[in-house]
Every structure is written in structure tokens, then in C-alpha cells.
């Protein structure tokens, strides 16, 4: 059904670019991505293949050869690394062809699944999205076309995304903002500039050289980006529209959006949910919000854990190996636990983080993200991080992790004086922070997004 | 650094510690309490680059004067 759509957009666009390499400059039209699926189809058919896993960034041709298993109920299965591949095996259908495509090392392998393995799944997914693994738990994401196609018309309807639009997407395809661009884009017949892996100096090259109109990125790559300043700011002017995906943008970022016309988007969901919320900001002194429910989606938040529950018929299908785990996710109400902290601002959800992330100073909650979201950011120091330090008066006190921006020509210790001075004045008690930590640059995930478990276990 | 100008320097940090004899110990006097004392760790700790112990300082002994101590033997170590 999704494969099928995509045909379909190809059909009408022909020799259109469908996608740049943003990288390499190497570009693919719609009629060749055509050519390729129809002929990897023919491929994986003949060969009895009905798995294909990729693993890093497929190229542009083994995309082709990636889309094409969906044309006959078969699931495309993209990995950030090597390391899942076993694990992936042992969980699927016993005695399945998989082809396995590694960008990586650049090989093709061929493998069967585990002839032992009865699988537990009801249906054949199309795509198992490992979700990131912020929690530490990473999940396979289960989903059917049907799903995928309506998420894809969700985001198309909502940000009135059309042929004349230029995507450009941050996140590789094994993630599902990655994913989310590449398939909307190719069913709204656009462009789609890929910047994969994220770097800066790749988005403010792909922006100046593509005039791109439309993207989703990560918050960590905007806080990266906002230190390329004016360069990223310059590197918006083509963009009709930005979309922020759970953190909120930075004050500074909203005013020049507002300023130059550009619309801002604050959303929230997860891989599981897809969006769930959304609001388009029309003043640059908007509350800090991610909008209110969505048409068919309904939210809660937990009266007593504060988590953010959504029922929608964007769900997953499932968890690869999980099954039991998946039904553990939802409520007597058949609400989806999403393992978020959130509040109503009236009709409003705010995003308070994942609810593990919270820990106590002496019986007082501390929430980091949002002290994290009251630093407004200091000459040096654009960003921190706060962490929880084990202490065996207080259970924990505050750390915080700060990544020292040379350009202003201050040392770290100069940013750890002003770093406490501004907690003094702006924090509570129990919330000012013990240690400062300066680090080179930020530990990220694959998708990009802050590797937050990686600092607080170089704490302990 | 002599003692005098630490003990000046502390009390610039916290002007509740004037409030306290120097013999006397800190958290036993309630003058400050367990998040004043240690955010004026934290304040000693940014502004010389040295290490304290914190349990050594919410002590039921632990005084003023053997705070001063302490910033001074740091202070010589760096």
C-alpha cells in the first residue's frame, strides 16, 4: 500500500530529483527510485527473500532495492549498527531469506533466520524501527504499511507539505524522523536532501546549496546548530516551515523564525505513537508548549505518575520479541504509556522529559529537563545538561555538564563561576548544582539525539 | 592565603557565617542548614579549584576555623 503510493508519486514525477546525497551530491529521480523498486522486487522475489536488513545509511540505489520488499509483504529492517543483526534473527520467523546490506562494510549477505524460531507476531510488519534507546532499552518498533502511510499523510495534511517543497533530513533512516521524511517527501512528490550523518557544517552546505523549505530535526542538532551562529540563522531564509519534534525551540531561535515568517511547529509524539500533538507558534512569546491533541488522538496525563498517555490510530503494531513488554504499555483504557512526563497548560501539553530521568535531593524531585530549560544560555556556555550525582547524605545533588565554547574566549572556570552564579539566583535550593563539568563536545546517539546515559555513567 | 583573609573570603560568600562563632560548630549552630552548607562547598570549590569533603563538613564538629584550615591546606596543595 505505502510501496505502492510511492509508485504511484513516481508516475506523475518522472524525471523530478526524488533524492540528494547531500554529501556525495549523487541525486536519484523519481522514474530511476521507480526502475530501482520494480527491479529489486524481481530481485528479492526470485531469490525468496522476504527480509531485508539494512544496516548505517543505504545508498541511494540500495534504497531502491530497501522500498521494493514492501511490494510483497515483506519487512525492511534498518539498523543504526551490526551489533542488532543477531538479535533481529533470533526473533523473526524461522527459516526466513534475509538479505542483509551494510553500508558500513559495504557488503551483501545473505543468512536465514533461527528454522527453530516460531515468530510471535500476528502479521507481517513492513518496518521494525529500533526506537532510540534513550531509556537504555531500545525497542523494535513494529509497523505495517497501512500505519506508515497514514503517519505519512498525517504529517503531509499537517504541515501542508506539496511538490514544491525541499526536505531536508538530519536523521538516518533507521530512525523514525528519518523514515518520516523520506516517505512523506516521496509521497507529497517533493525533494529530499539528505544530511546523513548529521554534521553542521553538512546542513548549513545542503542549505545554501538546495534552498531546502521543510524539516524535522532533533533538538540536539538545533542546540548544535545555534553555535554556527549567524551562519544557521542565514541558512533558514528559504524554509517556509521548521518542525521541532518534543523539545521546545530556544527563545532566541523563535524570535528570528517569527521574524522572517518562517513557521514554527512545537510536536509531540514517539516512534510508537507518531505525532501526537502539534501547534504552529504565532508569537515569539508563546508558553513553552508541544500543542494540544491532534484530530482522532486523545492524550492523558497521569493525575499521579504525571506520565503522558496517548490513544491513537497511529499506533505500532507491536515490539519485535516483546510481546509482553508491548502489552505492558498500555492502560485498562487501551492508552499507550509513553513513559513521558507531561502537564496541561489548558489545553496545552507541556513535555517534561522521560519519566526515569527525574531522581530526588533529600526527598526533593528534581526534573532536569526543566532546569535545563530555564538556563537561557551565558556567554561560553550555551547549553547544560543536569545530572544526578549519587551522595550518600542528600541521595543525590545536581551536576551539571556544560561544553565550553572557545569562541568567546572565556576558560571553564570562568564558566563554572558563572554557571553557579546563575543557579544561585535562579534555582531552588536543592537544585544548585554541586559539580560542573566541562566536556569537549556532547556523547550523542545514532540518531543524534543526547547520549544523557553515557554522562551520568561517566559520573559513577 | 592566611587565615583571616579566608575566613573575610567566607563570609563574603555567606554573610550568615558571621552569625557564627568560629569555634563553633557550622551545622550544629542551625545558622545554615544542609543546602546552605553545601552550596557553600560548591562556592568554595568554583572559586579556588579545590576539593572538599562534604560529609567531613556537615559534621556534627566540623567549625568554621576548621573549614579555614582546610581551604588553606587545599590551597597550598594546588
Known amino acids: 500500500m505505502l510501496i505502492r503510493s510511492i509508485l504511484n508519486a513516481c508516475k506523475y514525477c518522472g524525471d523530478k530529483v526524488a533524492i540528494i546525497d547531500g554529501h556525495s551530491g549523487q541525486s536519484l529521480t523519481y522514474k530511476t527510485l521507480a526502475i530501482n523498486i520494480k527491479a529489486s522486487a524481481n530481485y528479492l522475489k526470485f531469490n525468496k527473500i522476504s527480509i531485508v536488513i539494512s544496516v548505517g545509511e543505504p545508498s541511494l540505489d540500495d534504497l531502491g532495492l530497501c522500498l521494493s520488499i514492501g511490494l510483497f509483504d515483506g519487512t525492511w529492517i534498518p539498523l543504526a549498527d551490526s551489533e542488532q543483526i543477531t538479535y533481529v534473527l533470533r526473533n523473526l520467523e524461522g527459516g526466513s531469506k534475509v538479505l542483509i546490506l551494510d553500508s558500513t562494510s559495504g557488503t551483501k549477505d545473505l543468512q536465514q533466520s533461527d528454522h527453530s524460531r516460531k515468530s510471535d507476531l500476528n502479521s507481517t510488519p513492513f518496518l521494525i524501527t529500533f526506537s532510540s534507546g534513550t531509556t537504555g532499552h531500545p525497542k523494535g518498533v513494529l509497523l505495517d504499511q497501512v500505519t506508515k502511510l497514514h503517519r505519512s499523510q498525517q504529517t503531509i495534511d499537517l504541515f501542508a507539505v506539496g511538490p514544491r517543497d525541499i526536505l531536508l533530513s538530519s536523521s538516518p533512516v533507521h530512525h523514525s524522523l528519518g523514515q518520516r521524511h523520506l516517505f512523506v517527501s516521496l509521497l507529497a512528490k517533493g525533494t529530499l536532501v539528505r544530511n546523513v550523518p548529521f554534521t553542521t557544517e553538512g546542513w548549513l552546505f545542503c542549505a545554501k546549496k538546495y534552498n531546502p523549505t521543510f524539516a524535522i530535526p532533533v533538538s540536539t542538532q538545533v542546540k548544535l546548530l545555534e553555535k554556527k551562529n549567524p551562519e544557521f540563522e542565514h541558512s533558514l531564509h528559504s524554509f517556509r516551515a521548521l518542525v521541532m519534534s518534543s523539545a521546545p525551540c530556544s527563545s532566541n531561535l523563535k524570535r528570528f523564525l517569527m521574524q522572517h515568517k518562517i513557521d514554527l511547529w512545537e510536536t509531540y509524539g514517539c516512534t510508537e505513537t507518531a505525532f501526537a500533538s502539534a501547534v504552529k507558534l504565532t508569537s515569539s512569546d508563546n508558553l513553552e508548549n508541544v500543542g494540544s491533541p491532534l484530530s482522532q488522538v486523545n492524550i492523558l496525563v497521569d493525575e499521579q505518575t504525571s506520565e503522558i498517555k496517548v490513544k491513537t490510530p497511529y499506533l505500532c503494531q507491536g515490539y519485535l520479541g516483546q510481546n509482553s513488554v508491548y502489552k505492558a504499555c498500555f492502560d485498562e483504557y487501551g492508552f499507550f504509556k509513553t513513559g513521558d512526563r507531561g502537564a496541561w497548560l489548558g489545553k496545552f501539553l507541556q513535555f517534561e522529559g522521560r519519566l526515569g530521568l527525574e531522581f530526588t535531593v533529600a526527598g526533593n524531585r528534581v526534573n532536569p529537563l526543566a532546569i535545563e530549560r530555564q538556563f537561557p544560555g551565558l556567554p561560553g556556555v550555551g547549553s547544560i545538561v543536569a545530572v544526578p550525582i549519587p551522595n550518600t547524605i542528600f541521595d543525590h545533588t545536581v551536576g551539571f555538564f556544560f561544553v565550553n565554547d572557545d569562541k568567546y574566549q572565556t576558560t571553564a572556570h570562568d564558566s563554572k563561576k558563572k554557571l553557579f552564579a546563575w543557579a544561585v539566583l535562579n534555582l531552588q535550593k536543592h537544585e544548585i548544582p554541586t559539580q560542573f563539568i566541562s566536556i569537549n563536545a556532547w556523547p550523542l546517539l545514532p540518531n543524534g539525539k543526547l547520549d544523557r546515559q553515557k554522562l551520568i555513567q561517566s559520573i559513577r | ?78
Open chain 2, 1 to 78: 592565603m592566611i587565615r583571616a583573609d579566608i575566613l573575610s573570603a567566607l563570609e563574603d560568600m555567606n554573610s550568615k557565617l558571621c552569625g557564627i562563632d568560629p569555634q563553633q560548630p557550622i551545622y550544629a549552630s542551625t545558622v545554615l542548614d544542609s543546602f546552605e552548607i553545601l552550596q557553600l562547598i560548591t562556592q568554595i570549590e568554583v572559586q579556588y579549584e579545590i576539593s572538599l569533603d562534604i560529609n567531613e563538613l556537615l559534621g556534627s564538629k566540623f567549625t568554621i576555623s576548621d573549614l579555614c584550615r582546610v581551604i588553606s591546606v587545599e590551597l597550598q596543595r594546588c
